[in-house]
């Protein structure tokens, strides 16, 4: 952006050769103003025998799963932990690399205590950055009557979380409090769409 204010010839890479193109497109719409394009390498990679759309949001609202906050004024959501464990019995994982992302470093920690067999998969965003994997989950942890989401409101970070994603993208979260958000209104308004929008209720019963 600095070598662009000064003007500095620039060009834009514009095929990407990561991710399917229904993960791909609302962080093009958001970010890149449509001008990125999935290769056909790319475009349409999924998981064998997934029987939900490459991006899928499962929504907690109702749930009862509210944010935890620490004395340190640290956030952790131990439903949505609870939640993204059943969700990985789901898939048939064959191989595929998987990645489980937070943008709280209290919830990772919480992952890794819970979900000790894939601890290692468990970063914030930050720690994964410049990395990708097949399947990647993302627990947004924030889950109040406030609709409070602090540190979701970093978006170009959410847009790092979401495209390590290669052939599908799983995001749990409440769409009571992040539904407030324009942002977030535009991903699940997207998903619901373009994808699998489901209720955690399914996992409960």
Request: charged residues 25%; proline residues 3%.
């Amino acid at each position: 952006e600095k070598g662009i204010s000064l003007g500095i010839p620039t060009t834009l890479l514009n095929i990407q050769y990561r991710m399917n193109h229904y993960i791909m497109q609302f962080p093009n719409e958001q970010f890149y103003k449509n001008q990125l394009s999935a290769s056909e390498l790319v475009s349409d990679s999924h998981l064998p025998d997934e029987q939900f759309k490459p991006i899928e949001f499962i929504d907690t609202a109702g749930c009862g799963y509210d944010e935890k906050n620490d004395d340190s004024g640290s956030i952790s959501n131990p439903g949505e932990i609870e939640i993204l464990r059943k969700r990985i019995l789901e898939i048939n994982l064959n191989g595929a690399s998987l990645g489980i992302i937070s943008p709280y470093r209290k919830q990772v920690t919480l992952l890794q205590e819970t979900l000790t067999d894939y601890a290692k998969n468990c970063q914030t965003i930050d720690g994964f950055q410049g990395q990708e994997r097949d399947i990647i989950i993302v627990t947004l942890a924030r889950s109040n009557e406030a609709g409070t989401i602090g540190f979701l409101s970093d978006y170009r970070r959410m847009n790092v979380a979401m495209t390590r994603a290669k052939k599908k993208l799983i995001i749990i979260g409440d769409s009571a409090t992040i539904g407030g958000d324009t942002f977030y209104k535009n991903m699940l308004d997207y998903i619901e769409q373009n994808g699998s929008y489901r209720s955690a209720w399914e996992f409960l019963t």
